[in-house]
């Protein structure tokens, strides 16, 4: 609809500005990055200022280096900042045509830099057309619809470009049948006789557009000479618009110059510096369509002959897979080849074509599955799960090897509890386990684990087996990673029954049994998992810090929001507010800059929690926030009972709450690990909404995990508990949780318990006694910025007789989420490209918002900045 | 790849449907699919919007495409 031609106008107003172009090609799908290559090529020279890994996974994914990309998430962040750094200089245009034809790797590149550009001087220009159905999603961006011309204007483009005049009747007919597309109107106009223009010869029989189109451009090839066709064929089934390899190609067919030159005086095909283009992308679908499938064949295979001994490998090999009527060895050699190149690139769509057209032309049933099975595995690299579970589908028809039948059941598993049903993940890996099971017994203890893990975060299925009974114990001398497999399945199977002596004494042996690095990834990560289940904090932080850490190195985004997210459950714990809180921010805008919304309500709903539990005055906006995504993107898979046990408790800590509405959201928390965070406030809360025999209850269960597990944690929340049930001498029994208290790194906790000792012994006339306990409890409080808690020290010391101090004044700031992050990270003493490296934007965005933070607070300087009190540490 | 580059597979490809499909259809998508030559199963689940073809002799995605086509059966291609 004339799209070309107005991006065509755009370029040109824009003489003054960087001006870069690329378009997508139909058959270009399989090469990954290979449109936003041309894209970004010119300004290539200018990826110094990137940060290291950036580069160096762009140059990867252009097969400019032989490197693995890694996370291809480096390749979209440097596409964005690869446009802010030249823009840096001049403003920049970015113009992509035909965006429906994209490849998927630079469709996803692109509009990941296209949702990110906030603050930057670039416009990026897509044209789409509307009838195409291709990857490229358009959502929320702003979008022209470009409607047909209208009468007065068919005339004058046809006057002007072919010099015609056409009868009122007739054009207006012209224009129903284009829905006034100037090009189709061109098109049909050119095709019909002066006689029939004029309105003295009948018009032939309607025709839809597309069809009409090419079929004039149909008739035009056929008039030409045999070898002349054959020419124009090979180059319709060319992807790369070089004349030589096309010239090489026709040639072999028997098309030598007299043909191209006679293609490009028919106008269908034109040569300009040794590229050739088709008159238009209908020439190439009219001409290709009516050829016959053995002529198809034999032009692939001329073409890839063509490109034998040639860098242009993966075209190669697409070429090849089209050029065959069967299974071929030598074919799928050449995918495989592929697809290899292309997953190193990051190119993980391209990486399962390349292997499920190998898996296509294989005889061998399980050979064909396991290539399904690494199409399958891509698939989920590239955010694809249905198709994965597409690929894996297909593969089970096929596979008969046990142990690739029980990987690719694992694989529809994992599709599932990430984002489909957790229940329906879990009876997979049972499933998938059971396979195994007779053939490998290592795996199917492996699998069954994980399993125990998903059941003991609340995964429930009636029909599947139970995990402990799929394989059997280790033997005393099985290598030590079958022993920790062994041991976490044991020890998740006895917190699902409330077993907290099994439960304790199987997870430490896991703990303290060391395996190799290079152990099953699924073992690290359940190891560090699994100290939530007895809040483990100091071996938690621990652990999961060094997984931060790994992932950062690796750039791995998903494995940095996971163990930020992580590691926030245990410093909410342990009172590491403000670090806890910079975590969960830093995730929060990670899956908002990445586009992983299905994970934000975790983050969300530890911030509401932290502040919630601080008694910051912004508590009830976290909390409608969290409420709002809640909503968006209800929680699936593994995150859904931390989230909403977290949810619970954050709504429970609201300022204006009433017991009885408090003590409704405690009853609905059911995840062991959030009903271990929130005892003490269930057991308080029982209490003051007189339900004495919930809190009795909920005493009787926190005792059997204390004797369980003896974690000092869980023994100081059970005597604070029977001293708020005055269960025998109250005094005693905080003082004896005071003692546990001190061999626990749960600070709000101790502080608590130190200001209901302090109010007791107030209420009792014992003044003296009571300042000590007050006076520790409100120094921690305000380390920790609970500025609920510390105000009712305040109070409780003054009605003590000791005249409290007033609480530092914090500087009160009304930053956005991201400018406080940054603010932050700068405060820390990182560079704009640190930070940017970090939070995965821009230096430039970054920069955008450091002068709004400078702006807001009244400062010039990253040293004043440093020197502000914005948050207590 | 364009939608009509040759296509030769042996063993199972899953097709996406595209949009619900009648009863109608679907004995029209067994009979057509199942008679072409190298076919030994297909299995269109409505419910799921998928539809399986297994095939143990070199067969065109493209002629199956073009079958569906010819029943009314659109296919994600």
Not at chain 1, 37 to 53: Q, T
Not at chain 1, 81 to 102: C, F, I, K, T
Not at chain 1, 229 to 248: E, K
Not at chain 1, 803 to 830: I, K, W, Y
Request: net charge negative; glycine share 6%.
């Amino acid at each position: 609809m004339g799209k070309s031609a107005l991006l065509e106008d755009a370029v040109t107003a824009a003489d003054d500005l960087t001006v870069l172009r690329t378009r997508g090609v139909e058959s270009e799908a399989p090469l990954p990055f290979a449109a936003l290559h041309r894209l970004l090529r010119p300004v290539l020279n200018r990826l110094d200022g990137l940060p290291a890994p950036q580069a160096s996974a762009l140059r990867a994914a252009f097969g400019e280096s032989t490197d693995d990309v890694g996370d291809r998430h480096l390749v979209f962040l440097a596409t964005l900042n690869l446009l802010s750094e030249v823009a840096g200089e001049r403003p920049v245009v970015a113009v992509v045509d035909d965006a429906h034809w994209l490849d998927d790797a630079s469709a996803a590149a692109l509009l990941f830099a296209s949702r990110r550009l906030e603050g930057e001087a670039v416009a990026l220009l897509f044209a789409i057309r509307d009838d195409e159905t291709g990857a490229f999603d358009s959502r929320d961006m702003t979008v022209l619809t470009v409607s047909g011309v209208d009468a007065g204007a068919a005339e004058a483009l046809i006057a002007d470009q072919l010099g015609a005049t056409v009868a009122p009747h007739v054009r207006a007919e012209l224009l129903e049948v284009t829905a006034g597309n100037p090009l189709g109107l061109l098109e049909l106009t050119r095709a019909l006789s002066a006689d029939q223009l004029s309105g003295h010869a009948r018009l032939p029989d309607r025709l839809p557009l597309t069809e009409g189109v090419e079929r004039t451009f149909l008739d035009r090839y056929r008039r030409l000479p045999p070898p002349a066709q054959t020419l124009l064929l090979v180059a319709a089934a060319d992807d790369s618009g070089r004349a030589s390899t096309v010239s090489r190609a026709a040639h072999t067919l028997g098309a030598g110059t007299d043909a191209m030159d006679a293609a490009e005086e028919s106008g269908l095909l034109a040569e300009d510096d040794g590229m050739l283009t088709l008159r238009h992308p209908l020439v190439r679908s009219a001409i290709y369509g009516a050829a016959t499938g053995s002529k198809r064949r034999q032009v692939h295979r001329a073409l890839a002959d063509a490109l034998a001994g040639t860098p242009q490998e993966d075209r190669r090999a697409w070429h090849l897979a089209a050029s065959v009527d069967g299974p071929d060895d030598e074919v799928v050699g050449a995918l495989d080849e592929a697809a290899e190149r292309a997953r190193r690139r990051g190119g993980h769509e391209a990486a399962a074509a390349a292997w499920t057209r190998a898996a296509e032309l294989t005889l061998d049933p399980d050979t064909r599955a396991r290539r399904l099975f690494w199409a399958a595995g891509s698939s989920v690299a590239a955010g694809h799960p249905i198709e994965a579970d597409r690929l894996a589908r297909a593969a089970l028809m096929d596979a008969t090897d046990p142990l690739l039948r029980a990987d690719l059941v694992a694989l529809q598993a994992q599709v599932e509890w990430n984002s489909g049903s957790l229940d329906d993940g879990y009876r997979l890996v049972c499933q998938a386990a059971t396979i195994a099971a007779p053939h490998d017994s290592a795996r199917a203890r492996l699998l069954a684990m994980l399993a125990a893990a998903l059941a003991s975060f609340g995964a429930r299925s009636g029909d599947a087996p139970d995990p402990t009974t799929i394989a059997p114990p280790p033997s005393a001398d099985a290598p030590p990673e079958d022993r920790v497999a062994g041991w976490l399945l044991d020890g998740f199977s006895a917190v699902l029954r409330d077993d907290w002596v099994e439960a304790a004494s199987a997870l430490r042996r896991a703990w303290e049994t060391p395996i190799a690095p290079d152990a099953p990834p699924m073992l690290h990560h359940n190891l560090a998992i699994a100290t939530m289940h007895l809040g483990d904090d100091a071996r938690a932080i621990r652990l999961h810090d060094l997984q931060l850490q790994h992932a950062r190195e690796a750039s791995a985004v998903n494995m940095v929001e996971h163990a930020l997210t992580r590691g926030v459950v245990y410093r909410i714990a342990t009172g590491a507010w403000s670090q806890a809180a910079s975590y969960a921010q830093e995730a929060v805008l990670l899956d908002r800059n990445l586009g992983l919304e299905e994970l934000v309500t975790l983050p969300l709903a530890e911030l509401a929690v932290i502040t919630a539990l601080r008694g910051d005055p912004q508590a009830s906006a976290h909390l409608h926030e969290l409420e709002r995504a809640l909503e968006q993107h209800p929680p699936r898979g593994t995150i859904t009972g931390l989230v909403g046990g977290l949810s619970r408790w954050a709504a429970a800590r609201q300022l204006d709450i009433t017991p009885a509405t408090a003590l409704h959201h405690y009853e609905q928390i059911e995840l062991p690990v959030a009903r271990g965070l929130t005892a003490l406030d269930r057991i308080e809360t029982a209490i003051r909404a007189d339900r004495r025999d919930l809190a009795e209850e909920w005493l009787g269960e926190l005792l059997a995990f204390a004797e369980g597990t003896d974690m000092a944690w869980a023994w100081a929340a059970v005597h604070h508990g029977r001293a708020v049930l005055g269960d025998g001498e109250v005094e005693e029994n905080f003082r004896t949780a005071l003692e546990w208290h001190a061999r626990s790194s749960r600070l709000p906790a101790r502080a608590r318990t130190q200001l209901a000792l302090g109010e007791f012994l107030r209420r009792n006339r014992r003044r003296s006694d009571a300042r000590a306990p007050l006076r520790d409890a409100l120094e921690t409080f305000e380390s920790l910025g609970a500025s609920f808690w510390a105000e009712r020290a305040r109070q409780e010391l003054r009605a003590s007789g000791e005249t409290a101090r007033r609480g530092a004044d914090l500087v009160a700031t009304e930053l956005t989420a991201q400018e406080s992050q940054v603010a932050g990270l700068v405060r820390q003493g990182l560079s704009n490209k640190d930070v940017a490296g970090r939070l995965f934007i821009s230096p430039r965005t970054v920069d955008f918002h450091l002068r709004n933070v400078y702006t807001k607070l009244g400062i010039s300087s990253r040293t004043e900045l440093a020197a502000l009190t914005l948050d207590p540490d | 790849m364009m939608r009509d580059t040759p296509r030769t597979f042996v063993g199972t490809v899953v097709f996406l449907l595209d949009g619900p499909v009648c009863a109608h259809i679907t004995d029209a998508v067994h009979s057509e699919v199942g008679q072409l030559d190298g076919v030994t199963r297909c299995d269109l689940d409505a419910a799921a919007g998928t539809l399986l073809v297994t095939a143990q002799e070199p067969i065109d995605r493209t002629d199956v495409i073009a079958v569906l086509d010819m029943v009314g059966c659109r296919v994600h291609t």
